[in-house]
């Protein structure tokens, strides 16, 4: 009996041990070191990915911003050609056509002064233009963006434009000044058989 009463004796305190064990251990937090490991390594993978997504958005942006000088670049190019051909235009017109209209023997004396001075005002004004857009392009003491520069370039070309039309207009009444004086000289000199 005595090894008996030992015995559970034993029993008892290992049993109450092992109780004391297991209820002293349900507050201590157990961590899985391979599911942490790998929850670090996935915030690295997501950090370094952030990483890289920030460094695409920002060679997307300087992309952008380069697609945009370069077609502010093509709008100044495309304004800039077509004021000059604009301008090569009514050099060409004032050079041709007004030859014809002040060698025309139906242009009066008092005439010719005006006739030169409309074309002449005319190309001294593109001529300003043309001074006034080389300033705009090449020098720096405007402080101007490239979107000003457009804007301005836009303007002087929508000018030019204009200066064509009213060339082309005076140039087009002078000729029919011509040819109905004209008319009227065959008219009034004509022969008469009856």
Known sequence: MKTLKKRTMILSALFVMAMGAKGSAQGIPVYDNVGFISLVKQIFESAKQTTEMIKTVKFLKQAKEAIDKVNDAVKQYEAVKEITSN????????????????????????????VSNAF??????????LEFMNQVLSND??????????????????DS???????TLKNKRY??????????????NRETNY
């Open 120 to 129: 002449n005002t005319i190309i001294d004004g593109s001529l300003r233009n």
């Open 161 to 167: 434009k204009k200066m064509v039309a009213d060339i």
């Open 87 to 114: 301008n090569e235009a009514l050099v060409n017109m004032v050079r041709n056509d007004l030859k014809g209209i002040l060698n025309s023997p139906y242009i009066r004396r008092g005439e010719v002064d005006a």
């Open 141 to 158: 003491f405007l402080k101007l963006n490239d979107g000003e520069r457009l804007a301005i370039l836009e303007k002087h070309r929508d």
């Open 175 to 188: 000729k029919m000044i011509i040819s109905f004086r004209e008319m009227q000289d065959k008219i009034n």
